[in-house]
């Protein structure tokens, strides 16, 4: 029998959040493996096929239960062990990484902004030189972006920084393509207590014409943690 992993936390904290009634922990054969000052919670599968989309709903909920009551590193779907005696391997080679994300992650949560940018949009106006355009830049190198978006993209997502400066204390951004067109997906590192301050300064964001953005969270901080065990 596999484990299926969905989270690290802190040993002793991990039932917490197992109470919760919007699933059935025992149905879905959540355990906890604890060891080394931390706990994985898993579930027991019996196969690995192609999970439906019920069963991705109920491993998302595990994770935002426990997360709404502490400090949680989710782990994305797919991350397989082959019995509790490996888990404790993972939690003992991974016991310092996995420590100081808990310690920077306490009291954080993820918001997201997806701006979907149809190959029709109008091209963002481009700003004259100014002294903000710095400070711009160096929000680029502080939360450590990619150069995997184009320019204009690049700088809409350093305009909708400036915008939530001081509300959030990490960042990410990818891109993808599809037929409708460009998908920028940015997530930030959001204290749980300025989760109200980040929605409405970022109800005042407004996208090129022709864009479409959303806003969604708050969400366990999945874009500040390894993908993988």
Known sequence: MKYLLHCIVEQGLAEAGLGEPSFDAQALGICVVTGHGLAAVA???EQSAAPSVAKLL??????????ARQTVLPLRYGCLMESEGEILRLLEERREEYEALL???RGMTEMGIRLLWPAH???????APSPGAAYLASLRQRYNTGD???PEEDELADRISALLANRFTGQRREVSSSRRGRLVSLAFLTPKSRVE?????AREITPP??????LSGPWAPYNFVASSA
């Open 43 to 45: 579930s027991r599968e």
């Open 58 to 67: 109920a491993y998302e909920r595990v994770v935002e239960s426990i997360h």
């Open 103 to 105: 310690i920077r992650l």
């Open 121 to 127: 949009a109008a091209a963002l106006p481009r700003s």
């Open 148 to 150: 995997t978006l184009a």
């Open 197 to 201: 301050e980040f929605r409405k300064q």
């Open 209 to 214: 014409s022709g864009a479409k953005l959303l």
